[in-house]
T-cell receptor
Framework: SQTIHQWPATLVQPVGSPLSLECTVEGTSNPNLYWYRQAAGRGLQLLFYSVGIGQISSEVPQNLSASRPQDRQFILSSKKLLLSDSGFYLC????????????FGPGTRLTVL | AQTVTQSQPEMSVQEAETVTLSCTYD???????LFWYKQPPSRQMILVIRQEAYKQQNATENRFSVNFQKAAKSFSLKISDSQLGDTAMYFC????????????FGTGTRLTIIP
């Protein structure tokens, strides 16, 4: 069965520091991968998606970037964090075939102070 | 652009009762997917139920069922025999069958099951 991992689970970072969040998927190959952000009390907003290694599409201009160095690895980064980057970050992968559904990882809670 | 509206920010119901959560959406497309996700206090998003727009039959998953009204662009979730573990935020989401296939989410309904 497929499993999606995210780490770290919780992160507190000062303004201006760098960021690296990692997402890995097991049990599937060549998945579509997605990064979402959830601000407090709100729904999810798509940040980036990837259909393959090195292929990244950005949905919203922002202080963040994404990379996909391996088939089942998706990384969210920032060179200098802003207060507004605080939130809950969720990685998702999309199955194909008959179910064709996005499944989410456990998330990372990021607080920028 | 697609939009998803959940007009009930909070709801509460007694354990074992039935509750219905509302969702409306706006799109000009004819082929799409609708989802209900549950987000418990752990904050992991868990798929509850999925509906394909071309299917007229309403989806069901055990105690969870939907009322899909395509013409009215309505997609409500019914939870029967509610349980304490159903306490969570519930998000309605829409996905087209084209482009990046991103999920567009509503703002959520906080559901509390009262013992």
């Amino acid at each position: 069965s497929q499993t999606i991992h995210q780490w770290p689970a919780t992160l507190v970072q000062p303004v201006g520091s760098p960021l690296s969040l990692e997402c890995t998927v097991e049990g599937t190959s060549n998945p579509n991968l997605y990064w979402y952000r959830q601000a407090a009390g709100r729904g999810l907003q798509l940040l980036f998606y990837s259909v393959g290694i090195g292929q990244i599409s950005s949905e919203v201009p922002q202080n963040l970037s994404a990379s996909r160095p391996q088939d089942r690895q998706f990384i969210l980064s920032s060179k200098k964090l802003l207060l507004s980057d605080s939130g809950f970050y969720l990685c998702a992968w999309r199955s194909g075939g008959s179910t064709d559904t996005q499944y989410f990882g456990p998330g990372t809670r990021l607080t920028v102070l | 652009a697609q939009t998803v509206t959940q007009s009930q920010p909070e709801m509460s119901v007694q354990e074992a009762e039935t509750v219905t959560l509302s969702c409306t959406y706006d799109t000009s497309e004819s082929n799409y997917y609708l989802f209900w996700y549950k987000q418990p206090p752990s904050r992991q998003m868990i798929l509850v139920i999925r509906q394909e727009a071309y299917k007229q039959q309403n989806a069901t998953e055990n105690r969870f069922s939907v009322n899909f009204q395509k013409a009215a662009k309505s997609f409500s979730l019914k939870i029967s025999d509610s349980q304490l573990g159903d306490t969570a935020m519930y998000f309605c989401a829409f996905r087209t069958n084209f482009g990046n296939e991103k999920l567009t989410f509503g703002t959520g309904t906080r559901l509390t099951i009262i013992p």
